[in-house]
């Protein structure tokens, strides 16, 4: 059996401004490592897909993830994505082209608070920044540096 990649994914989407943030932070064999981004003119649930579609991106078929977020749309992914041809219809083409991804992989989902010094909290912060940032600049993705990721509260 391998390992479990650990992951924490958040998101954070103003609705006035149309604008979306979001960050990941991940842990496996290889180290932590994570990565923000955010883009304008985009629903909530571009943003969750956005989010979990970037932090999914790289593991090989098959792998084990255990995933904690606080965010309702990212909790509620596999769900809205198996229903997508249920839903709202401006959503369902944003769910259904979620399906390939959760479905290679054995993903986990748990409910996490954004207590102080854990990875919710921080990734949540970058997920904040990463919306302000696409808001004054547009699109943008960025690997979280190294010397950030020593803060960001994940325990062996």
């Avoid at 923000?36 to 090989?60: H, I, K, M, V, Y």
């Avoid at 229903?83 to 479905?103: F, H, K, M, N, V």
């Avoid at 102080?116 to 940032?133: I, L, N, S, Y």
Wanted: hydrophobic share 50%.
């Amino acid at each position: 059996m391998s390992d479990i990649i650990r992951l924490w994914v958040e998101t954070s989407h103003h609705s006035a401004f149309r604008c979306g943030g979001w960050a990941f932070v991940r842990t496996d064999r290889g180290g932590i490592a994570g990565k923000a981004g955010g883009e304008r003119n985009l629903s909530a649930a571009a943003t969750a897909r956005d989010a979990l579609l970037q932090a999914l991106s790289g593991f090989p078929t098959g792998a084990a993830i255990r995933l904690a977020s606080a965010s309702p749309l990212i909790l509620r992914a596999p769900s809205l994505a198996a229903a997508a041809d249920q839903g709202p219809p401006e959503d369902a083409a944003i769910w259904a082209s979620l399906r390939p991804a959760l479905a290679a992989y054995a993903i986990t989902f748990e409910a996490a608070t954004a207590a102080p010094r854990t990875p919710v909290a921080f990734t949540a912060a970058w997920a904040e920044q990463g919306r302000d940032k696409a808001k004054a600049r547009g699109a943008f993705a960025a690997v979280i540096p190294r010397s950030n990721l020593a803060n960001a509260g994940v325990r062996p």
